[in-house]
Each structure stands twice: as structure tokens, then as C-alpha cells.
């Protein structure tokens, strides 16, 4: 073979190997469909509007259409109504016999659980959580026992910020409790001490005097009547007859005094048997339920499997920053929830990676409190 030869073999091979490229890099695309939503941020060109950065977010990408999406989600448990819904029977039930003549009861809404991890409480967002139990926009809640004791614990003193990398042996000789940048001084546990203990003597009179039978829900709706402060979620819990329960509540502070207070005035019995029946009582005779849930852990799966019992949510929001590499309940994204039914297969559930503190007052403003300030529009004309 002479050069010349050489060279066209070489070409040719050249040719075959850029074609090859060539179709690899431009591998056509099939024609998107009309459906199809373009990506697109705020412009603030068009000026500072924070509802509509919010709205933006929907067609941002990433986390901030998560947010977008549960912002829909949400939006649809608050404004779905039965009569709205064909697939959903009326409600058939009859007459208060005690009561005859009374008009009707309003057609039922979605039932709204709400979760969160005692950190939400510890921290601000806490105003935003009082917020939505003070304008009864939730239905039953689930914390921890931590989001009991620290709701009580800021109406006897303040929680301050301070720093992830403060050394704990520094904390631990001011008397300091840290939570994660904030700190919590230890006076305001003893504080807490001296205002709980009297109440669970006046509990325990009530079991043996009155046959009083005690469960969580019961002592934190006590608990919210006796701090008597508007700041206090437990407080509006108790004003509005919204149960909060609490299947961990011997895991934390409120512990603690139950323990000491076992031997300073023994007998006090706290029943978690009736909670369980009542917390699954309220799925299970909704016409429809939606779950908002800020964190993982018990409060996560108490809620999840409270909904189990009517063969899964309608509707559900997480928001957390769990991943289901490990197995975790806390970590586990909602299709696994739909395998155990705890989630409608039909349902369409929204898991948002993010710190709640950052989220969830943005989803907020563009739900509950946009609908609580459209009422009030309303009810002033």
C-alpha cells in the first residue's frame, strides 16, 4: 500500500471516528410536550416582591420548586371541600338527638395533622407554629416532648442565640444547654421545675379524688390552661380545643418531673392506651386528611401511622433534611409511605430537603396566613 493510500485509510478512518462524535454530540431531542413548564426565576427588574419570589420558586428548580410544589399541596388540604369532591359520600349522620333543631353542621374540610420535632420549637419558628394553632389552621398536632416542655419553658424565660462551635465543656460549667446555635440557660429548666410540679400535685388529686384518668393530650391541654400566655402554642392549643399529643412524653423535661415528682408524691398515671385510640379516631372518621410534618422521628411515624388506619393521607408535606440511604423512618421519602399505606396511592405527596427554619414560613405566608388574611379582608367589609 503507497502513501497516498495510506493517508485516504487514515482519513477515512478519521471521518468515521468525528461522525461518531458528531452523532453523540448531537443526539436529537424529542419535541417537549405543551405540558411542559420552561424554568424561570424572579426578575427583580420588576421590583421587591417577596409573595412573588415565593410564587417564583415553583419554576426556579431544585429545593425551591419542592417548596413551590408543597405550597400547591398545602393549598389544596385547606381548600378542599365535599361538595367539591364526587368520590367522597355526603355526610349522612343524623341529628344531635340532644339537640333537634340545631342547623346543620358546616360541611367537613380536610383534616390537617401537623407534626414537628422539639427544635422547631426552640427555635423561631415557633411564632409561625402559634401562629397557625391560634387561628385554628390545623386540626390535631404531634410533637415531642421537648415541643411541649419548650413551649412552656419560653414563657418563663428566654432562649438565646449563640454558636455551633461554643465547646461544651465552656456551656456546661456557665450552666448553658445548647441546641444546636442556640442556648437554653439551665435556671429556665428549674423554673419550670417549680411552676410543673404543683400542677402534676393538682393532676394527681384529680385521679384520686375525681377518678380523673390522665393521658398526654390531656395534661398538655392542663398545662396550656395553666400558663395563661398568648405566646405559648399550648395555650392557643387549649383555647381552641386543638389536641396536641405526645407518644413520647416521658422524653424530656417533662420527664424528668414526672420522675422526681414519682417520689416527692407517688402514684400519678399517665395513660397512653387512650391517646392511641383517639389520635387514630381522627383519621379514621375524616372524610379527608392532609399531613404537614417539620422533622422525622416518632412525631413523623405517629402521624403516618395514624393515617394507616383509613388506608393513607390525601394529602401530605414533609420537610426535612433526612435521607433514606440508612432506613430511617425519619429519612424516608413519601412513596414508602404509600407501600405501607400510610400515603394514598392516588395521592400526590410533597418531601422538601431543606431546614424548616428557612422554608416554612415562606410556605406559610403563600398558605395558611394568606387565607387567615383573606378572611379577615372579608369579614371587615
Known amino acids: 500500500m503507497d502513501l497516498l493510500q495510506q493517508d485516504q485509510k487514515k482519513l477515512g478512518n478519521n471521518l468515521d471516528t468525528v461522525s461518531i462524535a458528531v452523532e453523540a454530540v448531537m443526539k436529537p431531542s424529542v419535541e417537549m410536550p405543551a405540558s411542559a413548564v420552561s424554568v424561570k426565576g424572579y426578575d427583580f427588574n420588576n421590583g421587591i416582591n417577596h409573595g412573588a419570589v415565593i410564587r417564583s420558586m415553583i419554576t426556579t428548580g431544585f429545593q425551591a420548586t419542592s417548596v413551590g410544589e408543597a405550597i400547591c399541596e398545602i393549598n389544596r388540604m385547606i381548600n378542599w371541600r365535599i361538595e367539591d369532591d364526587p368520590s367522597v359520600p355526603a355526610d349522612d349522620s343524623l341529628p344531635d338527638p340532644d339537640n333537634p333543631n340545631a342547623p346543620p353542621p358546616p360541611p367537613p374540610k380536610c383534616k390537617i395533622f401537623f407534626g414537628y420535632t422539639s427544635n422547631m420549637i426552640s427555635s423561631g419558628l415557633r411564632e409561625s407554629i402559634r401562629y397557625l394553632v ?138 397512653i392506651a387512650a391517646d392511641i385510640r383517639s389520635i387514630n379516631n381522627h383519621a379514621v372518621y375524616a372524610k379527608k386528611t392532609g399531613m404537614v410534618i417539620l422533622g422525622g422521628g416518632v ?83
Open 134 to 271: 391560634e387561628h385554628k389552621q390545623v386540626d390535631v398536632i404531634v410533637t415531642s416532648a421537648g415541643g411541649v416542655e419548650e413551649d412552656f419553658i419560653k414563657c418563663l424565660g428566654s432562649t438565646f442565640l449563640a454558636s455551633f462551635n461554643v465547646p461544651g465543656k465552656e456551656l456546661r460549667d456557665k450552666g448553658l444547654n445548647r441546641i444546636g446555635n442556640l442556648v437554653v440557660p439551665n435556671a429556665n429548666y428549674c423554673a419550670f421545675e417549680d411552676w410543673v410540679m404543683p400542677i402534676l400535685d393538682e393532676m394527681l388529686d384529680e385521679q384520686k379524688t375525681k377518678g380523673t384518668s390522665w393521658t398526654p393530650s390531656k395534661m398538655i391541654h392542663r398545662l396550656g390552661q395553666k400558663i395563661n400566655d398568648p405566646s405559648s402554642v399550648a395555650y392557643w392549643a387549649y383555647k381552641n380545643d386543638i389536641p396536641i399529643y405526645c407518644p413520647a412524653i416521658t422524653d424530656g423535661s417533662l420527664g424528668d418531673m414526672i420522675y422526681f415528682h414519682s417520689f416527692r408524691n407517688p402514684g400519678l398515671i399517665i395513660d
Open 299 to 381: 412525631i413523623k411515624h405517629h402521624i403516618c401511622n395514624a393515617n394507616l388506619m383509613r388506608n393513607g393521607a390525601d394529602f401530605s408535606v414533609y420537610i426535612n433534611t433526612g435521607q433514606e440511604f440508612d432506613g430511617s423512618d425519619a429519612g424516608a421519602r413519601p412513596d414508602e409511605a404509600v407501600s405501607w399505606g400510610k400515603i394514598k396511592i392516588e395521592a400526590k405527596p410533597v418531601k422538601v430537603y431543606a431546614d424548616a427554619t428557612i422554608v416554612f414560613p415562606l410556605i406559610v405566608a403563600e398558605t395558611f396566613a394568606a387565607k387567615v388574611e383573606k378572611l379577615k379582608a372579608e369579614q371587615s367589609k
